[in-house]
């Protein structure tokens, strides 16, 4: 039987409601008088006869319309009774007053109301219907991923087309399908075995309603990924104007998926150079008009993709079903036959189906049902999209109440944007859609619902760590349709859109989700009530904000906004006595109340903004779970009292008081901690340091430790007193320059056997420091910086890191070796070294062949003092040698550097012991932002966008490089290594990823190109500095560039790459960014 969850898209509130009045009978309220528990009694009897009936309407397959309406009627009611007893409730506590609050009368009104509703489903038969649908409840299917199979051809052919180096003018390729038909995979699937190949790329994902703006400022983000976005009030033209200068003259890649019109696409096309970079355009469509305008009516350049053909639809079933097709049985395998059959070779449909059968392989009644609706639906679905739509609303149909109750709520969001799962399961838990079991808490049960849905195919995957676990998803717009007919019907969710025509809406809004992205002036929809509302999700101009006073049920409040004021006052929530959950993005710094101690449920506090104040009594909320503010706002005094709190993100252990980092020793709840320094050295910056060393200790539940600095911070300082004895339960620690260095690594870091994510710096690094290392056994990610240069080779033994997924090395000398067996799930390898004049690199890496998985390597070369060129083509050629004796490397890129800074100068906490108080304010003051903040959001590497961020807790897991998920099958070696490619000379070296950068400096021009010169997240580089947001890695490179721009080119000329002269405007023959010539 399925575990009853206390509010649900068929039932309304009808389990919690039901919850809370025998709650209401137990003596601990026998204040209440007998008129009121007379009514409470006899109210609960008839619920009781109703919820039965709803359960028994809810499981029918085709409810007929009166049965609908009466349903409709009763979630209503339960809503509205709920709403009455939680308010009622809250006025005796806040007024100390007693229960006498409870009105019999409209106890007695309620009861009257659903004793009615229980004649009449009596009188008019409403529970008999013909067809009932039995379908049993089904675990998610043990579905580790498939390759997609039937596109080989197709992904041959459109690589082809993207890597024509005859062409280096840019290039639009359009893929063409009909939904469903894998259009999107495709693409994933081609970005991410070309983008190693190009300086700029960026993967944006469209919808039928598209918001321009908000498409421009993703792509713009996934560009300049550490630099500060644009303001929220800056316009269009501000956007493509930003694009433009950034990619200009660089060789750029761009995914455009799911284009619906050509209007969108006039707009994006204008932000894109057209130079001669062989810089390349891939966008999706289900419309041929739109493929042919993009690609400027060039129908060679446009990839159609039809449907699987009979065999690859079976093949593909049966992998996504059994494993593999050795494992289903002959008793199967006819009525598969006949359900791919009806499938129209559709691959998001055949998976959806396989996936509802999977676990239940000895049901062979439930196959047969499937297999016999599909059919007879052939009848009237004639196109694919009709096969495919009815397939979605049989998958629906077959989900148990919970899970369509959490699939109906992700209509809340905007269509095709990308949806967290951190964010997402707090917002059902909030929502009350989960019940804590005799294991799990309620967000592990919401965590659960999630992985299903995504197992089950109702939604897909789009961000994964190196554990392979989902950290985001989208809803492909088939499905959001049926579902989003599903939530309307039963009143679950109301999205409106102020650039579409608005009707009339004669009904109680329970959720409501504003979009407010075109329009610049709007009002609220006529006969609309908002008092009801639980759930508010706002997007767009902070005029267009409707008063938050007016949700007086709010439970879930999430709002991105951006206006042109400089403030907005959000002081008016503490009258929201009901908040579990807010979340606040904007660019405008946010008004908080004095007080918020009346908010005694609210659980998550996530404010992406600056705040113009934090609360004092925010420390005393009983319920707070999750706090995450900027990283320069200032808690008040005694956070030691959040003993509630399981994540705090983030302590500036630079403005913070001493007494609070004490007070962290006290929160032993705490599971997550993000601390930060936002200036440098200081009397109270060591005083905290002292304090942390000995409240980590306390923190025995802690599972995520991270240290990092903020933006402007550039200092080392030896971490060995402040980390000393972490807590054992440790999963992740990431101790992150500039702030923290270790001598030596600690010897503790072997007890934390639970450790999944590592990150940390060393001075040096021995063999049998690996040794300690090598215990961690649970270690996914591992990134080590090692300042001093290494005499010895660093190998590592056989049965090392058995789950290691990503490794990093940074050293000043490589020297690698890896034993057989060592890291046998590697699958990705970035290395950062310098090269020395005249060193042989004949052991740069021993043993890589050992590395049996590994499937991509990037490294970064830098050079020491006194080497040349040369030395770096030779330790690249090395790096390239090496690969040849691995068959499975599929991704191979280089890119040269300046250098890898070593043996920086570490500070000691006992240095500062004679820095004053005085100074702190000093130093303080003068290192405090100057108008702008640079938030951790804005170091993501996806999209800048708050609800399309990268939450913080996952960055380590997803590196830098990371692209929206794929199901990649073995590709072969990227054809623009160095033996594939023509080699390109330059005199000055480009800083970007990939190393064919056609454009030449120009006389008297910076040749440094600032996007690429900052480092991306988690490659620890030298922080900005304030005073030119530069970095020194970059100043000292822009000097080193300007001094060369002026020499002549030490290559030959037929070394150099080809390409169009900006003043005879003529085009060469050949171009060598793919390393192909016409």
């Excluded at 046998?824 to 998985?853: A, C, M, S, W």
Aim: charged fraction near 25%; aromatic fraction near 6%.
């Amino acid at each position: 039987m399925e575990m009853e969850v206390p509010t649900s898209a068929s039932m309304g509130a009808m389990g919690s409601l039901l919850r809370k009045l025998h709650v209401l009978l137990t003596p601990e309220y026998q204040q209440l008088i007998e008129p009121v528990k007379d009514g409470i009694e006899l109210l609960l009897q008839d619920l009781e006869a109703v919820k039965a009936a709803m359960v028994d309407l809810s499981e029918m397959e085709t409810p007929t319309m009166m049965a609908r309406h009466w349903m409709n009627e009763v979630r209503d009611l339960s809503y509205d009774i709920e709403d009455y007893i939680d308010n009622t409730m809250d006025s005796c506590s806040n007024s100390g007053a007693d229960l006498e609050s409870f009105d019999c009368g409209r106890i007695g009104e309620f009861g009257a109301s659903i004793k009615e509703a229980r004649q009449r489903h009596e009188i008019y038969e409403l529970g008999r219907c013909t067809s009932r649908f039995t379908c049993p409840q089904i675990p998610a299917p043990n579905w580790k991923g498939i390759n997609l199979v039937g596109m080989g051809k197709s992904k041959v052919e459109l690589t082809n087309k993207l890597t024509d180096g005859s062409l280096p003018q840019l290039k639009v390729v359009s893929i063409l399908g009909c939904a469903g038909v894998g259009k999107t995979a495709l693409a994933k699937q081609v970005f991410c075995e070309l983008r190693g190949r190009f300086e700029c790329r960026a993967f944006v994902q469209v919808s039928r309603m598209p918001d321009t703006k908000r498409l421009l400022r993703s792509m713009l983000s996934q560009f300049r990924r550490h630099n500060r976005l644009p303001a929220d009030r800056c316009t269009v033209q501000d956007l493509i104007d930003n694009i433009r200068d950034h990619i200009q003259d660089k060789r750029y890649f761009i995914v455009i998926d799911d284009l619906w019109e050509t209007t969108s696409w006039d707009i994006i096309n204008s932000a894109f150079p057209k130079g001669q970079d062989c810089s390349r355009i891939l966008m999706t469509t289900t419309i041929e008009d739109v493929a042919l305008e993009c690609c400027d009516y060039q129908s060679d350049d446009i990839c159609k993709m039809k449907p699987l053909s009979r065999d690859d639809s079976l093949n593909l079933f049966l992998n996504s079903a059994f494993g593999s097709e050795q494992n289903c049985s002959e008793r199967l395998r006819e009525v598969s036959t006949e359900i791919v059959r009806n499938c129209g070779g559709l691959p998001l449909g055949i998976i959806n189906i396989a996936r509802l059968l999977a676990s239940e392989v000895d049901n062979l009644e439930l196959w047969h049902h499937v297999q016999k609706h599909l059919s007879s639906s052939m009848a009237t679905n004639h196109t694919s999209e009709d096969k495919l739509r009815n397939i979605v609303r049989l998958c629906y149909r077959c989900l148990p109440c919970r899970l369509k109750t959490c699939l109906q709520y992700l209509t809340m969001y905007p269509e095709g944007c990308i949806i967290w799962k951190a964010d997402l399961v707090k917002q059902w838990t909030a929502e009350d859609f989960t019940r804590e079991t005799e294991r799990e808490d309620a967000n592990a049960v919401a965590d659960s619902y999630f992985d299903e849905l995504v197992s089950r195919g109702m939604m897909q995957p789009n961000n994964r760590t190196y554990s392979d676990m989902v950290l985001s998803c989208t809803v492909h717009h088939m499905v959001f349709d049926v579902v989003k007919d599903m939530s309307v019907e039963e009143n679950f969710t109301t999205a409106l859109d102020y650039s579409q025509p608005i009707t009339r809406l004669n009904f109680k809004v329970r959720r409501l989700s504003l979009h407010v992205s075109n329009t610049k002036y709007a009002t609220k929809p006529v006969h609309i009530s908002l008092s009801q509302a639980r759930s508010l999700n706002f997007y767009g101009l902070a005029e267009c904000l409707p008063s938050t006073l007016q949700f007086k049920q709010l439970r879930v409040l999430i709002l991105e906004f951006w206006g042109d004021q400089e403030e907005f006052d959000l002081r008016g929530i503490f009258r929201l006595l009901q908040l579990r959950y807010v979340q606040v993005t904007t660019d405008m710094i946010v008004k908080l109340p004095a007080t918020v101690q009346s908010l005694q449920y609210l659980e998550t506090l996530q404010l992406n903004a600056r705040v113009a104040n934090v609360p004092s009594d925010i420390v005393h909320l009983p319920k707070l779970l999750y706090l995450r503010l900027r990283d320069v706002a200032n808690l008040p005094d005694n956070i030691g009292c959040m003993a509630s709190l399981c994540t705090l993100e983030s302590l500036d252990l630079s403005n913070n008081s001493e007494q609070n980092v004490w007070g962290l020793g006290e929160m032993t709840n705490l599971q997550e901690l993000y601390l930060n320094c936002s200036t440098e050295l200081s009397g109270r910056l060591k005083r905290n340091l002292t304090a942390l060393a000995s409240s980590l200790g306390k923190l025995r539940k802690l599972r995520t430790l991270i240290l990092a600095p903020s933006s402007g911070t550039s200092m080392y300082m030896d971490c060995s007193s402040i980390v000393s004895s972490p807590p054992l339960c440790l999963q992740r620690l990431e101790l992150l320059p500039t702030i923290c260095i270790f001598s030596r690594l600690p010897k503790w870091i072997g007890q934390l056997k639970r450790l999944r994510i590592l990150k940390i710096v060393v001075r040096e690094l021995l063999c049998s420091d690996v040794h300690s290392l090598t215990m961690l056994q649970e270690l996914t990610v591992l990134s080590l910086d090692v300042q001093q240069s290494t005499e010895e080779t660093i190998v590592f033994n056989d049965k090392a890191f058995p789950v290691l997924k990503y490794f990093k090395f940074r050293c000043g000398v490589l020297r690698l070796a890896f034993q057989a067996e060592a890291m046998p799930n590697l699958q990705k390898l970035k290395l950062e070294f310098n090269v020395h004049r005249g060193e042989q690199y004949g052991d740069i890496l021993t043993g890589i062949e050992h590395l049996l998985n590994l499937q991509e390597i990037i490294g970064q070369i830098g050079a020491a003092a006194g080497a040349e060129e040369s030395d770096k083509r030779a330790a690249e050629f090395a790096l390239s040698d090496a690969t040849k004796k691995h068959s499975r490397i599929s991704r191979f890129n280089i890119r040269w550097i300046n250098c890898v800074e070593e043996d920086v100068r570490v500070s000691k906490i006992s240095d500062l012991q004679g820095i004053s108080s005085s100074s702190d304010e000093e130093k303080q003051k003068a290192n405090e932002p100057s108008g702008t903040d640079i938030t951790i959001e804005d170091e993501s590497p996806f999209s800048h966008e708050p609800n399309y961020d990268v939450p913080r807790a996952y960055k380590a897991e997803i590196e830098s490089e990371e692209v929206p998920h794929a199901e990649l099958a073995d590709a072969s070696r990227s054809s623009d290594s160095i033996d594939n490619r023509r080699r390109q000379r330059r005199s000055i070296e480009p800083s970007s990823f990939s190393r064919d950068r056609l454009s030449q400096p120009r006389k008297h021009s910076d040749p440094t190109d600032v996007a690429s010169a900052v480092p991306k997240f988690g490659e620890w580089d030298s922080p900005l500095r304030p005073a030119d947001n530069y970095t020194s890695i970059f100043n000292r490179a822009r000097e080193e560039k300007r001094s060369q721009v002026e020499k002549p080119s030490v290559f030959d000329k037929d070394d150099l790459p080809v390409r169009r002269s900006r003043n005879d405007g003529h085009a060469s023959t050949k171009c060598s960014c793919f390393g192909w010539c016409k």
